[in-house]
């Protein structure tokens, strides 16, 4: 269950003119509260214009540096991104929750790393590279990395920094949509390009698990061409900025009502909702106060589990078939198709 601490923001970095970095001030006392897996995300809670927003967002620092980071990248229309680059700073108050998420990387000895990513998609595995680079001597990280310009790209001096620190270690290539840069390759990261970086430059090198993030497009183009390059498809971890709608499963969703109860805490609540509406926008109607982050189904903070009914996602990119088999739901995105449900959020 996700619970959130007010922190004090310590440093505000401006990383481009569209991206900042946040570094919390943790107090002592939750330290070990907020000890990470390289991957993992926080979510930070405000309100603004008098409403509650929650976002999550991924560690960029490593688990070893003590250090609890994040990198904002203003959206477009967007109210919280936009709210974290023009109006905070050092000393103001966000409400935080410890940190989460599946897409992770524990480093192990001897093990060749590799990852793709494309824009604010650089946070969690910037995590990652330090992570491996930091715990051990014996293994590798090789990151391709897509942008629009070197001006727009996050922590562009960082990675260089960390390049000519681990020479032998790190392996570092650019792809740029909109500048040509000697060196680095023009477009966007597509099939040809990963073929490119697999069968030419990085030839030599075995693989033991890849880590992509960016978009869905990127993420899907990336996962079928590593697969055909041989890499077993469990081996192909992922993580999405969005996630489009499954048509099939949208189709499922009609009009209509079910009862449904919500355990939460050792608490039940029942009430009539609407099947065209998702099962946690209307636990929040009741003032159920049930985790979530994102809303968007790219993160795992709303996880439940139904044992009674049946619901249907119109998105998932994060749950596998077993736990989908053992009847848990992403609840942003569930619709209930039964007269009757039972959802507990205790039982994740």
Known sequence: MSQFYP???????????????????????????????????????????????????????????????????????????????????????????????????????DKNYIGFAAGSGITPVLSMVKSVLESNTSSTFTLVYGNKTITDTIFYKELAELQTQYAERFNLSYVFSRENVESAVFGRIDKAHVNYFMKNIYKDLSFDKAFLCGPEEMINIASETLVENGFAKENVLFELFTTSIDEAAASQVKEGET???VVLDDEKTTFTMPQDSDILAEALRKKIDAPYSCQGGVCSSCIAKVTEGKAVMVKNQILTDEELEEGFILTCQAHPTTPTITVDFDDV
């Open 7 to 109: 922190i004090k923001i310590k440093d505000v970095i401006r990383e481009t003119s569209s991206a900042v970095s946040l570094v919390f001030d943790i107090p002592s006392e939750l330290t070990n509260d907020f000890n990470f897996i390289a991957g993992q995300y926080i979510t930070l809670k405000t309100t603004i214009n008098g409403e509650e927003v929650r976002r999550a967002y991924s560690l960029c620092s490593s688990p070893k540096s003590g250090e609890v980071k994040v990198a904002v990248k203003a959206v477009e229309n967007g109210t919280f991104s936009v709210f974290v680059n023009e109006k905070l700073n050092a000393g103001d108050l966000l409400e935080v929750s410890k940190p989460e998420g599946k897409f992770v990387l524990e480093p192990e000895n």
């Open 259 to 261: 009862e449904i109860t």
